[in-house]
DNA sequence: AATAGTAATGCAATTGTGTTGCATTAGAAT
DNA sequence: ATTCTAATGCAACACAATTGCATTACTATT
């Protein structure tokens, strides 16, 4: 999906070791236009890699840290998780359908934010602002309409 | 701290009877003026009238679902409940503390965002916008400064 | 008032997602 | 080879939330 993202170097720079488990993990996950669940990820690395469960979560809660990924919630209690923003990729709003849990991303200008108000006279320590747009897709607006 | 809301009309009005329970969870939610988790709802009801926690849980489902009460995610795997906006209540952000968990409601005016590009141009259906500022508190900072 | 039907609630068990503790394995460094 | 560390596996656990089914409270009808 992306062609100026080398997985291992990604984990390379970031200090960690480029591990098979780790490099299908983020490869898994760069390589879908829309972001995952733990167990979404799981079941796509097992096909080619025995990988315990808990090694997923693991290696997801690193690269969150790192700030390789991102993880977005989703309103319901499952975590989705995407490439996090960077040169390549600006920060994004999400679309998710409350009908079938499919996540989608949504262009960086679609929502316009202005957040001038909040920076200036919030008194706590402000280090992400999530918007998620809830809703039902296309496809679940089709099955709807039988 | 609603003197606008007759919590027992409003359920009448959405056609739902107005129990004690569910006169008192929605008593507890609209007297606080940040949303609540389930537990802490339970906790503050089971004072005054003897529930089980699983009641407490249906009665939020219902009135999600007529509309009285939103579900808001807190980006970790517990719901917090607020009143929905109505005539009274305009829609707002909220911030949560990831720090305590402590979660604020933001002057409706803190963030601006503009969707008409989105409105315009999204094929399915939107139906909620949800804006979670994530950060620390001003209290989780003092006790940081130790 | 008795009866029957429905809605609300209680209780135990279960689910889904994620986490923890501890043992094992794989690699790297000496 | 030996030692050390990081990564992983596996079982048990934690926790919010949900489900199935029994019981209770309420309403309507007779
Ligand atoms: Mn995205
Ligand atoms: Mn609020
Ligand atoms: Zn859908
Ligand atoms: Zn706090």
Do not use: W
């Not at 879908?32 to 997923?56: C, G």
């Not at 600006?90 to 849990?101: D, I, V």
Request: neutral net charge.
């Amino acid at each position: 999906m992306c062609e100026n993202c080398n997985y291992t170097t990604i984990l390379k720079t970031a200090g960690v070791d480029a591990t098979a488990n780790r490099v299908s993990v983020l490869e898994t996950i760069g390589n879908n236009n829309y972001p995952l669940t733990a167990m979404d990820i799981y079941h796509v690395v097992e096909r080619t890699l025995s990988i315990n469960r808990v090694t997923v979560y693991r290696i997801l809660d690193l690269l969150v840290a790192k700030n390789i990924l991102e993880r977005l919630s989703s309103g319901g209690r499952t975590a989705y998780f995407g490439m996090a923003p960077n040169e390549n990729h600006l920060p994004h709003p999400h679309f998710y359908c409350t009908s079938c849990g499919r996540m989608d991303c949504l262009n960086s200008e679609s929502v316009r934010i202005n957040t001038e108000q909040l920076q200036k006279t919030f008194p706590g320590k402000i280090e992400n602002i999530a918007i998620r747009v809830d809703g039902i897709c296309t496809n679940c607006l089709k099955e709807k309409a039988h």
